[in-house]
C-alpha cells in the first residue's frame, strides 16, 4: 500500500492477517457485502478494538459507525499479504505425510503450486504422486534454482530436520514450513513455521488438567 | 504447583509451554544438565527475560546465574501441563488426512492416545486402521462417554466442522484439534486448537513480497 512500511508492523499482526483473509472469504462467500469490527471481531475471537488496531497498520479502510466493506478489505489484504500471487513450493520427505501434503488440493487452490518433491530413499525417488515425479534430495539445489521454488516444506524425521533445513537456506530459500517436531535453527532473514499437532494438544491438556484436578 | 492459581496465566504463555518442554527434552537428550535462560531462549527464538518471566508464573526454578536444572524443569512442566498423565483422543472424518492422524506414532509416544475413530461415509464404516475400527458417527455420544475421551480431533471437510464441532460441544468434550480450514465457534469453556498450513504459509508470503518488491 502505497506510503506504507512494511518493516514497521509487528510480526504477531502479520501472522494474524491470515485469519482476517479467511473470515472475510467466508463472509464474501455468504454474500455479506459490509462488516463490523464487532462481527469481524465476533468471527475471529478477538475484541473490536483488536481488530481497529491491527488494521490501521494498513491504512484506511472503514467509517466510524459504517463498517469495513468485505469485498475491499479482502482485496487489500489478500494484496498486503502477496496472496494475489502465484507462489512455488517443493516437498522434502516423501513419506506418508509428505504424500499427503502433496495430495492435499488446499494449497493449489489458495495459489501455492507444489512443484517440485524429493527424498532420500532409493525405494521413493522416482515415483509419481500426482503430477510430479519424486526426485533425488541431490537435485534439490539446481531444482530450487531452475524453478525457482520461494517455499520448501519439510516433512522428514526430527533427526534430519536440521540438516535439511541448513541444505535449504544454502540455496537461498527464504520461507520453511517444517512439520517434523523439532526447532530448526535458521539466519534471521530466513522464515519458518511449524505444524506440529502435538505441541497444539499440550497446550490444551493444561486446561483438562484443571477441569480434573 | 502448590499455591499457584493456573487461571492466572495468560494464554499466550500457556501455549509457549509445550516448546520449553520440547527444547528441554532435546536438551537432556543430549546429557545437557543445566542451562542457562539466554541458552533456552536461544533455542527457542525468545528472549532470555521472557524465558524467566514466563517461568516465574510456576515457581522460582532457577538461581540467579546459576541456570536451570533440566530434569528438574522438565518434570515441573510436564506435570504444569498435564503431560505426566495419558489422555484419550478420537479422530472424526477418516479421509487422507484422517488416516495419516491415526497412523502418527508422535501422538501415542507423547501420551495422546488414540481410541476411536468415526467417519459418515458407509464406505469408510467398518474400515480397519491400525487397531481401530471405523465407527459410525452415529456412535459418537456413546463412545465418548464409554471410552471417556478428552480430546476430538477434526478431520472432515470444512463444510462439515461446525455442525461436527456442535455435536462434539453436546458431548462434554473440552478440547478439539482442528484440522478443518474455517474457524469453528465454540462456548467458552472449551478449548479448540487449530492445524491450518495455508494460514501459516499466508504469513510467509507477507515477507517474500517485500523481497520481491
Sequence with gaps: MPGKNNSNIPEVVVQRLPQYVRALTQLHNRNIEVVSSKELGDALGVTPVQIRKDLSYFGRFGKQGRGYNVVF??????????????WTAAV??????GSAILSYPGFGQEGFNMVAAFDSAPLG?????????????????????????????IAVPAEQAQSVTDRVVKCRVKAILNYAPIKVQVPSDVRVREIDPVLALQSMTFHLKSLHD
Tied chains: 1, 2.
Design 73 to 86: 478489505l479482502l482485496q487489500e489484504l489478500r494484496h498486503v499479504l502477496g496472496l494475489d500471487k502465484q
Design 92 to 97: 522434502i520427505g516423501i513419506g506418508r505425510l
Design 125 to 153: 525417488i522416482g515415483s509419481r504422486i500426482g503430477e510430479l515425479i519424486v526426485q533425488n534430495i541431490d537435485e534439490l539445489e539446481r531444482t530450487v534454482k531452475s524453478k525457482a521454488i520461494d517455499i520448501v516444506i
